[in-house]
C-alpha cells in the first residue's frame, strides 16, 4: 500500500489488481463518509500527534548570535557599532567613524553614494538591538555570583526563608574553601620544608666530605711536619756528639799560647797550626749546630735575625694566600673530589688511598699549586731593547717566539721584517740598542710566527695578504710560500710531533693544513666565521684549536673534519688567541677581556680569567706549564695562575717619549711570550719596545 498526493490530500493506493475498475465518466470514486469504517485492506496508520518545536541547540545559537554580530560590526572600523547612525543610503555606522569618513570624502564607504552630514540619522532601533544583545553576552559570561548580585540588586522578590537558606549554603561553601585553600598552603609549606631539608642535607653531605678530606690532610701535613722537626733536631745533636768527641778542651788554651810566643819548634809548630785549625773548624761547627739549635727552637716559636727574614717572606706568602683565598679554596675541593671520584671508579682500589708518604694525590697537586702561586707576586724587568727606528710610525710587535732551545727569539709586526735576536746577548749585555743576528724583509705586514721545533733555524710567517711563508733564517731566505688563502691570514703554527706540518687560520673563514713537502694544502676546514687562531695539540699531529669571530673554540681531529669534537662557548666576543698548555689543558683569549681554561679531554666547565682589559686589540697570549700571561689595552701585562681567576703579578710598560703623556692611552701591549720551563718571558707593546720579564717573590 502505498500514498499519493492528489490535489493537497493523502490518498491511500493499493495494488493493480485491487484496484477498482475506473468509472465511465473517468473521474475518481468517490471518498467513504467519515463515519463509514474503512475495509482492513484499505486502513491507513494513524498519524502521529503533533510534536512541540525542539528548541535550538547552544551551538545554533552561537552561530546565529555570531552571524548577528558580524551584522553589528562598523564597515569602518569593524567593531561593534557604537552610536550607530543611519545614512540616506540605508548602511549604519559608528557615529564618530562616520564622522571622520566625512571630512576627507563625501560619500558613503558602503557603496560610495554621495553623502554629507546632513544625511546622517540615530539609529534608534540598532542602538536598542544592541543593548540588549550587549546585556545578553554579559549575562553569558557573567559568572553565578555576578549574575546574583544583579538578580538581587535589581530587586528580585526573594523571602527571608529563601535568603536563610542561601546564606546557611554560602557559609558552607565559605568554609569549605577556607579549609580547601588551608591544606593547599599547608601542602606547599611542607612541600618546601622537605625540599629545603633535602637541599641542605646534601649541602651538609658535601661539607661534611670536605671536613673529612681536611681532616686527612691536616693529619697528612702534621705528619710529615714532625717528621721534618725531628730531623732538623737529629742534625744539631750529631754535630754537638762531634764536638764532644773532639780534643779535650784545655789543650786548646795551650796550643794557641804556644804559637802566640813562638817556643816551639817547626814540626811542634806545625802541629799547632794544624790543631789550631781543627779546632776552628770544631769551633765553627759548634757554632753551626748552635745556630741550627736555635733555629730549632725557632720553629717552635723561637726568633732570630735569619728566622725573621724567613718570617717576613712566609708572611708575604700568607697575605698572598688570604687574597685569593676563595679560589684557592674551590681549586683544593675540586682537586680532593676529582681523586675521590676516580678512587671510587677503580674497584681494586681503596677510596681513602694515600701516595707513599701517606699525601692524598688530589693534596699534593694542591700543595704544587699553593707553591707555585705564593713563589711570585710581581714581574721584574731584566732587559730592555726597542723594536726598531724610534720614530718609526709603524712599530707595532705582532709576533714574538722563542726557538726550539730558547737561544734566540724571533719578533714580526707591521713593520715587514722579521728579525732574530740572540737571547743572551741581550740579558747579558745592557745597550742602549740591540741589533738584530738575522733580518728578513717581507712583502706585507706579518700577523703570526712559529719556529719549527724540530728544525731550529725553520720558521714560519703570515701576513695580510693570505701568504704563509717558511723561511730558513741561516740563508734568510724563504722555503716555501703557500698563497691558498683569499684573506688575511692571522695565525700559523707548525705542529711539534709532525714537524713538516702546519697549520693557518684566515679571515676567508678556511683553515688549511700544510706540509713542507708540498706546495699545495692537504687539508682545507670552510667554517661560517673568521679564523682569529690555529694551534696543534702538543701531543699529536691530528688534533688543532680553532678559535673564531663567532666567539667560540672548535677543537677537530684532523681525520674526520665533518664536524668538531668539542665546540667551547662562553666567551662574549671573538675568540684572538688559543694556546695549549699541556695535552689536555687549553688556553682562550677574547675581546670581552677575559681569558678561558679549557678541558679538550672531558669537556669540564672552564676557569676564567678577569683582570686585563681587552676589547679590540690583539694583545698576546703566552702559556707555560703553571701560569698563563697575556697584555692589556692600559699597556700592562698580566700574569695568572692556571687555578686562580685574579692576576697573579702584573707590569705596567712606561713610555720615555716626549709626547707619552698625550698617547699614553692608545699604547698597549701586542704581544708576550713565556720562556719555556721558565719564569722569564718577553713582552712587546705597541710602541716597539720590548722587555724581558721575569717573576719574582
Not at 270 to 282: D, E, F, I, V, Y
Request: proline share 5%; net charge neutral; charged share 25%.
Amino acid at each position: 500500500m502505498g500514498e499519493s498526493s492528489v490535489g493537497g490530500a493523502l490518498v491511500p493506493t493499493s495494488n493493480k489488481s485491487e484496484a477498482p475498475p475506473p468509472s465511465s465518466s473517468g473521474s475518481t470514486a468517490p471518498l467513504p463518509p467519515p463515519t463509514a469504517p474503512l475495509p482492513p485492506t484499505l486502513t491507513h496508520p494513524p498519524l502521529p500527534p503533533p510534536s512541540h518545536p525542539v528548541p535550538p541547540s547552544s551551538a545554533e545559537e552561537e552561530a546565529a548570535e555570531s552571524d548577528m554580530d558580524k551584522d553589528m560590526l562598523c564597515p569602518i572600523c569593524m567593531q561593534i557599532i557604537k552610536d550607530a547612525f543611519l545614512t540616506a543610503c540605508g548602511h549604519s555606522f559608528c557615529y564618530m567613524c562616520i564622522l571622520t569618513h566625512l571630512r576627507n570624502k563625501s560619500d558613503c564607504p558602503c557603496c560610495s553614494h554621495y553623502l554629507t552630514n546632513n544625511h546622517l540619522f540615530p539609529n534608534f532601533l540598532l542602538n536598542k538591538l544592541l543593548k540588549k544583545t550587549s546585556a545578553r553576552q554579559l549575562a553569558r559570561t557573567a559568572s553565578p555570583v555576578d549574575n546574583l548580585r544583579r538578580a538581587i540588586q535589581q530587586g528580585c522578590e526573594v523571602s527571608a526563608k529563601e535568603l536563610d537558606g542561601l546564606l546557611s549554603l554560602l557559609v558552607d561553601k565559605k568554609r569549605k574553601m577556607e579549609q580547601e585553600e588551608a591544606e593547599t598552603n599547608m601542602q606547599i609549606l611542607l612541600d618546601f620544608l622537605n625540599r629545603l631539608r633535602k637541599q641542605k642535607l646534601e649541602e651538609l653531605n658535601k661539607i661534611q666530605n670536605d671536613l673529612q678530606y681536611i681532616k686527612e690532610d691536616i693529619g697528612a701535613v702534621e705528619k710529615r711536619s714532625i717528621e721534618f722537626y725531628r730531623a732538623k733536631d737529629r742534625c744539631p745533636m750529631k754535630l754537638r756528639m762531634l764536638v764532644d768527641d773532639s780534643f779535650p778542651a784545655k789543650t786548646l788554651p795551650a796550643l794557641i799560647d804556644k804559637h802566640n810566643n813562638g817556643v816551639t819548634t817547626g814540626a811542634h809548630n806545625l802541629q799547632g797550626w794544624m790543631s789550631l785549625a781543627n779546632t776552628r773548624n770544631k769551633v765553627d761547627v759548634k757554632a753551626q749546630a748552635s745556630s741550627q739549635g736555635f733555629r730549632s727552637k725557632d720553629a717552635y716559636g723561637g726568633s732570630d735575625s735569619a728566622y725573621d727574614t724567613n718570617s717576613g717572606l712566609s708572611a708575604a706568602r700568607k697575605r698572598r694566600v688570604h687574597s685569593q683565598f676563595n679560589d684557592l679554596q674551590e681549586f683544593y675541593l675540586q682537586k680532593r673530589q676529582h681523586w675521590a671520584k676516580q678512587f671510587y671508579k677503580q674497584e681494586n682500589k681503596d677510596p681513602n688511598a694515600m701516595s707513599n708518604d701517606g699525601y692524598n694525590p688530589g693534596l699534593e697537586d694542591f700543595q704544587s699549586v699553593l707553591n707555585t702561586f705564593t713563589r711570585y707576586s710581581r714581574l721584574r724587568v731584566i732587559a730592555e731593547l726597542r723594536h726598531g727606528d724610534i720614530f718609526h710610525p709603524a712599530n707595532i710587535v705582532s709576533s714574538i717566539e722563542f726557538d726550539r732551545d730558547d737561544e734566540l727569539f724571533a719578533t714580526a709586526g707591521v713593520s715587514r721584517r722579521i728579525k732574530v735576536f740572540e737571547f743572551s746577548s741581550i740579558v747579558n749585555e745592557p745597550a742602549d740598542v740591540h741589533c738584530p743576528i738575522v733580518e728578513m724583509t717581507t712583502r706585507s705586514k706579518l700577523s703570526c710566527l712559529s719556529w719549527n721545533k724540530y728544525t731550529k733555524n725553520h720558521i714560519a710567517s703570515s701576513d695580510y695578504d693570505g701568504i704563509v711563508t717558511v723561511w730558513d733564517i741561516t740563508t734568510r731566505q724563504s722555503l716555501m710560500e703557500y698563497e691558498e688563502h683569499e684573506k688575511r691570514t692571522w695565525s700559523v703554527d707548525f705542529s711539534r710531533t709532525e714537524p713538516s706540518m702546519l697549520v693557518s687560520g684566515s679571515d676567508d673563514c678556511k683553515v688549511k693544513v700544510w706540509c713542507t713537502n708540498q706546495e699545495a694544502s692537504v687539508l682545507s676546514i670552510d667554517m661560517k666565521a673568521n679564523i682569529c687562531s690555529v694551534k696543534y695539540n702538543p701531543g699529536s699531529s691530528v688534533h688543532v684549536a680553532v678559535g673564531s669571530a663567532d666567539h667560540h673554540i672548535r677543537y677537530y681531529d684532523l681525520r674526520n673534519i665533518s664536524q668538531p669534537l668539542y665546540v667551547f662557548g662562553g666567551h662574549k666576543k671573538a675568540v684572538s688567541y688559543v694556546k695549549f698548555l699541556s695535552n689536555n689543558e687549553l688556553a682562550s683569549a677574547s675581546t670581552d677581556s677575559t681569558l678561558r681554561l679549557w678541558d679538550v679531554k672531558e669537556n669540564l666547565p672552564p676557569r676564567t680569567f678577569r683582570g686585563h682589559i681587552n676589547e679590540k686589540n690583539f694583545v698576546g697570549l703566552t702559556v707555560n706549564r703553571d701560569y698563563i700571561a697575556c697584555g692589556s689595552e692600559t699597556n700592562e701585562v698580566f700574569v695568572y695562575h692556571k687555578a686562580i681567576s685574579k692576576p697573579a703579578a702584573w707590569h705596567r710598560f712606561s713610555s720615555d717619549m716626549a709626547d707619552a703623556d698625550e698617547n699614553v692611552g692608545s699604547y698597549f701591549i701586542s704581544a708576550v711570550c713565556w720562556k719555556s720551563d721558565s719564569p722569564t718571558m718577553l713582552a712587546a707593546n705597541s710602541q716597539g719596545t720590548i722587555k724581558v720579564l721575569v717573576l719574582a717573590a
